[in-house]
């Protein structure tokens, strides 16, 4: 598979000393996809957390309700059709319904509800695996009561800015009879073009961080966002087919992937498990997972009207760079 890409110049003159300058910039072809990503030299786009989170957290901790002191009055119940306890605990993770609703079903899962604060640096195995698993378990639960509801996707909007409402940290499930626009526009792609991106990657090594056995790991050709990374899922097509064993090689790919984001200084980060119906030929599950802005007064914020109007990334960490940094961690 060729992957497209075409470099940009700009000229201008510079302030004060009139010189000419010119820039280059990449413009490259997504090649699932088609969509497009800009690729800036490195310019402090994102720069390293300083804020203080952990006084963030504590300020913001006695209203919560996600901690455990709040969590069984303050959180909603699933209804008995889906489960009679009215919610899935895992471990220490706890899956609730959204109280508002994103989708006919939609839910949210904390790690822990003693788990205030979580930094990337603190997220294990068990913590993420436990969580996946409430999703999973929620997903079957939803299609067995409701056979309309075929599109599951987990996802996080993972502390701010990420759009999460709630410090606490969690992921939110969606399961619904309709795909949302990307989990169509992934459904649509040739099963065909998914092996040979893969097969790509795998031959160029560049972006290519690890094959965990069932699970294949690399750094977006064209993210949508900062240090963005997708796994791609054999054989299965849905959350609701992964066993415990594929849970928790998700989770040790998805726990190398945040303690490598906190390493490199980031605190927030988005994630989605592009669920299509179970048992769609040819189609891996499949994910993304992005880092945000850190956040402190007066941050600028990485999505704009590139990103929100023309669904362009416009990224200052080139990927090779990124798979260079995060690799190590993947392989050891
Ligand atoms: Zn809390």
Known sequence: MEFQRELLIAEILAPGSGERIRQSLEVRVDPLTGHTSRILPEQGLMPANDFDLAAFARENQPRCPFCEERIDSMTPRLTPELDPGGRLVRGEAVLFPNLHAYSSHSCVSVYSPRLHYLPLGDMTERLVGDNLSTQVEHARAIMAADPQSRWASI??????????????????????????????????????????????????????????????????????????????????????????????????????????????????????????????????????????????????????????????????????????????RFRR
């Open 155 to 328: 996802n996080a909007n993972h502390m701010l800015p990420s759009g999460s409402s709630l410090f606490h940290p969690h992921l939110q499930g969606i399961v619904d009879s309709q795909p949302t626009t990307m989990q169509r526009m992934l459904a649509e792609v040739p099963p065909e073009r998914f092996e040979s991106y893969l097969a790509s990657e795998r031959h160029s090594g560049e972006r290519y961080l690890v094959d965990t056995g069932r699970v294949e790991w690399l750094v977006s050709f064209a993210p949508i966002a900062p240090a963005e990374l997708r796994a791609f899922v054999r054989r299965i097509s849905s959350s609701v087919e992964a066993d415990e064993d594929l849970i928790a090689e998700l989770a040790h790919g998805l726990t190398r992937a945040l303690n490598a984001y906190a390493e490199m200084g980031f605190e927030s980060f988005n994630l989605a498990v592009y669920g299509a119906p179970p048992a769609t030929d040819g189609y891996p599950l499949n994910l993304r997972l992005g880092c945000r802005s850190n956040l402190k007064p007066l941050y600028r914020s990485d999505s704009a009207f590139l990103e929100r109007l023309h669904w362009e990334g416009l990224i200052d960490l080139p990927p090779e760079r990124v798979a260079e940094e995060i690799g190590d």
